[in-house]
């Protein structure tokens, strides 16, 4: 979990957003529609953006879990998190995790997506309030900053 081993007894139908909101007190994966249609809880499983609502906290066991308190750290914001501000990206801010970790989740495998790999990554991500182009332009914009100053 975010780099760090994690061992509970749980329940085993307690999924995994409720392993990282309830029990490890994780609480940036955001619930937003329990039915996976938002993308609110998206974190990322061995890599690959998943939704945390729709996998049982022991289909994790033995896998790589990052959240988004994973990103960036002592060394400040990670690129996703500072072009996001830099975008303007972030409204409400419900949806700008999920957006996050999806992003992070294309990056890693697509270091300089065009505008509709961008767009396809981020499909099962709903946001309310930004119109998404400043979504877009967030991810464009760190895949850019990478280049120019490394990953982050």
Known sequence: MNGSRREHRIEPRLLLVQYLRDVLDLTGTHVGCDSSQCGACTVLLDGD???ACTLFAVQ???STVETIEGLGGETGMHSLQ???LEEA???CGFCTPGMIMAGEA???RTPQPADSEI???LEGNL???TGYRSIVAA???AAQDRVMDGPS
């Open 89 to 91: 990206a972030v409204q």
């Open 106 to 108: 294309l990056l890693r």
């Open 82 to 84: 500072r072009a996001f």
């Open 49 to 51: 953006a998943v939704k």
């Open 119 to 121: 767009e396809r990554a």
């Open 127 to 129: 946001c309310r309030c």
């Open 60 to 62: 994790a066991d033995g």
């Open 139 to 141: 991810v464009r914009r």
